[in-house]
């Protein structure tokens, strides 16, 4: 029916009768509010769910913007279809890009709430920053085939995009602070809380390999090793042809280099005696190693990543057996004594004296 008035509305007939016709318009009006009213509760629930008691780093898929993404995406591809069936080819875009206008703006502004959210939580939300481009990135380029869509949701993603992209700076400027202000290591030379934390985010970062490659990608290689800045973009790099699975394995190892240093730099000043530093650079770098065989890391950390790590436990292993190295000399040591009758073997002594010191120093 609305095909049949618009067309009879644009005809030459009414024309001719002085009816100038703005259907284009008056549908904008009208579906572009009812649009934004019936997403208004997604919207509002987006921001909600960003508001948590807990401290605890952000669980993916616990905000609410898959929802709200997936029924944008439904919403906006249904009406493109009921345009195109209403309206000339010449018109679709035009009046799509008029009557989705609203509802797209609230979506920008919500994206733009949980960015201000982010930058205040960027220890623990970052991982919200990621989980938004997962969902909308691809939800662009499916209504970008569908629709035409441009720039809007590129747009609406370019503030959080650039936070985003800051969080790995901060991440390693986190783990050198925390590394710095550590006033104590486990008793019992066991694993460091802060290398339980450091994994624990890098674990998580492994739930959006295809957000975190794509930001790594504009990134640029090493671009992460910048200082951070909350309120300056990092300048992007981007490179064609580069490979965001290899550049997030490289951040990946960049981050648990920092940690090693830090720990190594720690331990020689509290602990002191190089074999029990060894005890405890073998305890945290055996923990690293579990962490990335028993999570995605493993697949996401390439081989020569993975042989780094390993080599920097055997580089521990190393210390601690070279404090054994004199230790077994002496005990490889001989001193030869003559036997008398009676089998009483007969030391001088400056002999006995020599054994008794290297009991006395070694055990």
Known sequence: MLAVLNDFLSSTLAASAGIQSNAPQVYAEVRGPYITNSLASLALAT?????????????????????????????????????????????????????????????????????????????????????????????????????????????????????????????????????????ALPLDNTVAEMTVNVMSRLRRMADYPNAISSLLVSLGEGNWNRPYTASAAIPPSFDVGADGALLLSNFCLDAIDQLIHELEQKARVMIKKNSTVAVFMVNNV????????????????????????EKWRKDAVKMYMEQWKECAAFLMDVTYTKQQAGGKL????????????KFKVRF
């Open 47 to 183: 921001v909600n769910t960003t508001r948590r008691t807990s401290t605890a780093p952000y669980d993916k898929g616990s905000n609410g913007i898959s929802v709200y993404t997936n029924a944008l995406e439904a919403i906006f591809e249904a009406e493109y279809e009921n345009i195109c069936h209403i309206f000339p080819t010449t018109e679709w875009s035009q009046v799509y890009i008029a009557t989705t206008a609203m509802p797209m703006g609230v979506f920008k502004k919500t994206l733009a709430d949980l960015n201000v959210f982010v930058k205040q939580n960027m220890a623990t939300d970052c991982f919200l920053a990621f989980d938004v481009i997962e969902n909308v990135q691809p939800a662009s380029i499916r209504l970008k085939t569908k629709t035409g869509e441009q720039k809007e949701f590129a747009e609406a993603l370019k503030p959080l995009r650039s936070t985003a992209q800051s969080s790995f700076s901060y991440f390693l400027e986190d783990i050198k602070k925390t590394g710095q202000g550590l006033i």
């Open 286 to 309: 055996h923990f690293i190693e579990s962490n990335i065989r028993t999570s995605d890391l493993r697949k996401i950390m390439s081989n020569q990543a993975q042989a780094k790590v």
């Open 346 to 357: 007969n030391l001088n002594s400056k002999e006995k004296e020599g054994v008794k010191e």
